[in-house]
């Protein structure tokens, strides 16, 4: 988490010491396919994934089920949902995971507290935000290749962010329904699909391992621009920074 926030604000040690201190919690586990939290249930913590992957998804009534977004180590569910009586979607367990609940009131203190972490906090609701805008506009204009492309050029980045991908691969958990429903294609599209980019040279994959060989023409082939995961932000801001006053106005 300290790794992540740090993509958004410059932390002081002692800023990642509190950080640390927060979150002295119990590491909880979750097998794979095992939801830790239900649609419809009430909001009782926000949620860090600590290892593995798991996954925002709704469900219909007649179980069809739409992925709205990927949690990978270092990642949080909606900061603010405590805010909500009642959950409007479930996350579920990808891959065997380790997670923390984190109390919303102790969140809400360290980002009163520290406006630097507090401002880190914003931002990371920002991406969350600027990224669900992406993939809409995955579903709704971008083609197979495009929608599969953006992606798996998206993970990689957020990967890398955490230091959980090097070079041109990287651990790729994900079935072909998962990667269905998350980009609005069946699996045997998806199928299709993913075989079409391996015979372009766009990607190969040996077990669950991705690999990229070349980054610029996956994303050329994608129509994908990393804009909307405003990376490196924290170099990008000149002058005063509103939030080094106060960060009480995230919440």
């Not at 926030?5 to 097998?31: C, H, K, T």
């Not at 969140?107 to 993939?135: C, D, H, K």
Request: glycine share 8%.
């Amino acid at each position: 988490m300290v790794r992540r926030l740090g993509n958004y604000s410059r932390l002081a040690s002692d800023e990642e010491a509190v950080i640390r201190q927060m979150l002295m919690l119990p590491v909880r586990f979750a097998p794979a396919r095992r939801d830790l939290i239900a649609q419809g249930a009430p909001p009782r913590a926000v949620f860090l994934i600590v290892s593995g992957w798991a996954c925002q998804f709704k469900t219909l009534e007649d179980g069809r089920r739409q992925i709205v977004g990927f949690m990978l180590p270092g990642d949080t569910c909606d900061m603010n949902n405590l805010v909500l009586t009642r959950m409007d979607h479930s996350i579920g367990a990808v891959t065997d995971v380790r997670y923390m609940e984190v109390p919303g009131e102790a969140l809400q203190r360290v980002a009163m507290n520290y406006p630097r972490i507090g401002r880190a906090f914003w931002w990371q609701m920002l991406v969350s935000i600027s990224t669900q805008r992406e993939w809409t506009t995955n579903l709704g204009q971008r083609n197979a290749l495009e929608r599969l492309g953006s992606l798996l050029c998206e993970l990689a980045l957020r990967l890398q962010a955490v230091g959980l991908a090097g070079g041109e691969s990287y651990d790729l958990p994900l079935t072909q329904t998962d990667l269905a429903d998350a980009t609005g294609l069946t699996s045997v599209h998806v199928n299709r699909t993913l075989q079409q980019m391996r015979t372009s040279g766009l990607i190969s994959l040996s077990g669950r391992v991705l690999r990229i060989p070349n980054f610029a023409m996956l994303e050329e082939a994608s129509l994908f621009t990393a804009d909307y995961l405003h990376t490196g932000q924290r170099d990008g801001r000149r002058g005063k920074d509103p939030f080094e006053a106060s960060a009480s106005s995230i919440w």
